[in-house]
């Protein structure tokens, strides 16, 4: 056993050095918050110098909330900005390398699309009054700002809320120059925002000479034509080098709205805007009013070139369908064979125009798009809005919309593909899945119904139940994606009801398939694309993969018998065809922002979208109104004089007027039995005893003789 001695002399050094590392501890600690409040009492007592009172300490303070909310602001331009500078990525220059010439199906010039590099005509040698023009009425102070011209903007604004209308713009020709190059034409503030900053862009990385360039070689002129030299060669057969005052002051003109003052289509409109040009020159200084004087008296002659429109749209759609294949060749210069119909794209135009001149104000819609596909696939007809001119944005093929109830169809085709019939019966009751709770149209009520009658009445609650209880989400999106559909659709329920953005390109290429015998893949604008020495380096025919079938021939008949019930009764009663077996679907989106007719014949498919281009609501219109209209407009012209297809699955192209008459009786019973079973539900007030009591006694009354007035004291005096 150790002894204690021994025991506290081993630990005895251990506690010391324990109690020392202790009193270290305190001690730094102790001298530590001495010196921190030293340090704060010196610092406290230097920081008093700059202790201001009365009206400087506001000064301070604004200057102290401006840097904390600049510091913000710059963070939140830096979080916009990188999407901006995202559309400069790859080579942005590279679109200028081709130069594709468009024949129509039959072989006609219908337009170009590039740049051709030896025929841009640099700045350096462009006349002085071509510079001067364009100057002058596009952006004045050019040379004198970095790419956002603060001044003008103000000016334009000024101008324009004292002429309660927009009259001047505010961009400057780098910010037209960078929606031209890198955006589109859509009205959102987000492009507007992008637009600002790729301006800057473009400032910081090109020079002020490089950059009109750009401009004058890439601009819309009208008439099909891109680039001021095109266009000179255009309008007035000569190149820009060789232009007179006259004929600048008019090319210049063109930049504001190309079609509206394009001259070959409007000569008087074209030389008035010339003459506000050739204003603009000598209110900026640019010249004095005795140099533009005979300019005004002799305004400039142009070439006759008729007034065939060019299908800019079409143009457009079809030269990224060239830019895709040519790629692979490595070829350039192009000519295009193209499926493209100049009779029907002008009866698609008209039919457009003429709905919305006629019913536009009055359903407070302003724009439409349309898309025309035959049924061997090839596409006749694009319409992406009302003007290029004023917006070269394709609706058509790049604006993404709610598809509404246009999107059902893709539903019914699952569930045609999963054993459904269109006799097969569903309950159209309300339905909530999850938190959602759809509701049909009106807030009607559906008992059980059919799949056919549920897709003739749009019942909103069968399709939703059908997803939720037998199909699921993925077979719904995998069918509509095999069907064509290249629009990213979401993965949520709510889809079903066509919530998801889908351009009119692709419901055209969905409801295709339904006119091609349930086949996927055969849709082209391109139909050849020869060199400019005669070799033809792409022939659909031969180099295009086959189509390939989605649907089968069970689903597809009974997808057709149940689609051609919705012209004859249900909501596109305004679409049926005279004496022509057609089929389609109605949609109509939330607010009424969209409204949908996409249909088809056994010779071709159209679908027509109308809405407003900034997402406001319409005045209640729905696709089995106005579209439904356009669409049957259009499908009237277009089957006069060809041989009639009838749609597959079905017997024949013409109306059978005994199966007509037999749906409408069935149309008019199914009315009388929804007005009966309304009826029933609403409880009686008297029984049918009381009520035919209370009518005798009313027959009673009005059959009873007139009572004589009763004897009274006066007339017994009297007597």
Do not use: C
């Amino acid at each position: 056993m150790a002894s204690p001695l021994k025991s506290r002399t081993r630990r005895g050094p251990i506690a010391a050095r324990l109690l020392a590392a202790d009193a270290w501890f305190d001690s730094s600690l102790y001298e530590t918050g001495f010196k921190a409040r030293r340090f704060w009492e010196a610092a406290t007592i230097f920081f008093r110098r700059f202790r201001v009172s009365g009206w400087r300490r506001g000064i301070i303070e604004l200057l102290s909330e401006g840097f904390t909310l600049g510091a913000g602001g710059i963070v939140v331009m830096l979080a916009l900005a990188l999407p901006a500078f995202q559309e400069t990525a790859g080579d942005w220059r590279a679109q200028g390398d081709f130069a594709i010439t468009f024949l129509d199906r039959y072989g006609n010039e219908i337009g170009q699309r590039g740049i051709i590099q030896r025929d841009s005509v640099p700045v350096d040698e462009m006349p002085d009054q071509v510079i001067k023009a364009v100057l002058a009425t596009e952006d004045r102070r050019f040379f004198d700002h970095y790419g956002i011209d603060a001044l003008g903007l103000s000016r334009a604004i000024f101008a324009n809320v004292r002429a309660n209308s927009v009259v001047q713009g505010g961009s400057s020709i780098t910010q037209q120059l960078a929606k031209n190059l890198f955006l589109t034409n859509e009205r959102t503030l987000e492009r507007k925002v992008k637009e600002a900053f790729l301006a800057l862009w473009l400032e910081a990385n090109l020079s002020k000479k490089e950059i009109l360039q750009l401009y004058l070689d890439r601009v819309y002129m009208g008439g099909g034509t891109f680039g001021i030299e095109a266009a000179a060669d255009f309008y007035f057969g000569k190149s820009v080098k060789d232009v007179n005052l006259a004929e600048a002051a008019m090319l210049a003109g063109l930049f504001k709205a190309p079609t509206k003052y394009a001259p070959h289509i409007n000569l008087p409109a074209a030389r008035a805007r010339a003459n506000v040009v050739l204003s603009n020159l000598v209110e900026g200084g640019f010249m004095s009013e005795g140099q533009v004087l005979q300019a005004r008296l002799h305004p400039a002659e142009i070439v006759d070139r008729g007034e065939q429109k060019s299908p800019d749209y079409y143009l457009d759609w079809a030269f990224e369908e060239v830019k895709k294949i040519a790629a692979k060749s490595g070829q350039h210069s192009l000519v295009a064979h193209t499926t493209f119909d100049a009779n029907i794209q002008k009866a698609a135009e008209e039919s457009m125009e003429f709905h919305l001149r006629q019913f536009g104000k009055e359903y407070n819609v302003t724009e439409g798009a349309m898309v025309v596909i035959e049924t061997n696939g090839a596409v006749r007809a694009i319409v992406g809005g009302r003007d290029y001119g004023a917006s070269q944005f394709n609706r058509a093929t790049k604006a993404l919309r709610q598809s509404g109830s246009s999107f059902k169809p893709y539903v019914y085709a699952t569930a045609m593909e999963h054993g459904f019939t269109p006799d097969s019966v569903v309950s159209g009751a309300p339905i909530s899945w999850g938190a959602w709770s759809p509701h049909n149209y009106n807030d009607g009520r559906a008992g059980k119904v059919t799949l056919i009658t549920a897709m003739a009445k749009s019942v909103n609650t069968v399709p939703v139940r059908l997803a939720k209880n037998h199909l699921g989400i993925k077979p719904i999106k995998a069918m509509a994606e095999a069907m064509g559909v290249e629009s990213p659709l979401e993965s949520h329920k709510t889809m079903v009801l066509g919530t998801s953005g889908m351009t009119v390109m692709d419901q055209a290429t969905g409801y295709s398939v339904f006119a091609q015998n349930g086949f996927v893949g055969s849709r082209h604008g391109v139909t050849q694309l020869v060199t400019r020495t005669g070799e033809v380096v792409y022939d659909f025919a031969k180099d295009a993969p086959p189509p390939r079938r989605v649907l089968s021939e069970q689903a597809l008949k009974s997808m057709n018998t149940m689609l051609a019930a919705v012209p004859v009764m249900g909501t596109a009663r305004r679409a049926a065809l005279p004496n022509i077996v057609s089929a389609g679907k109605t949609g109509t989106t939330q607010s009424y922002r969209d409204a949908w007719y996409v249909g088809f014949t056994g010779n071709y498919t159209a679908a027509v979208w109308l809405g407003n281009d900034d997402f406001t609501p319409t005045n209640n219109m729905t696709g089995g109104s106005l579209p439904a209209m356009v669409w049957q407009r259009l499908m009237v012209y277009a089957h006069q004089n060809i041989d009639l297809k009838p749609i597959p699955g079905l017997d024949h192209p013409f109306v059978d007027k005994e199966i007509a008459a037999k749906a409408e009786e069935a149309e008019k019973k199914n009315a009388e039995q929804e007005a009966a079973d309304a009826a029933a539900e609403r409880p009686p007030v008297l029984s049918s005893q009381t009520t035919r009591a209370l009518r005798d006694i009313t027959r009673l009354f009005q059959s009873a003789p007139v009572l004589q007035a009763p004897a009274t004291p006066e007339t017994l005096s009297a007597l």
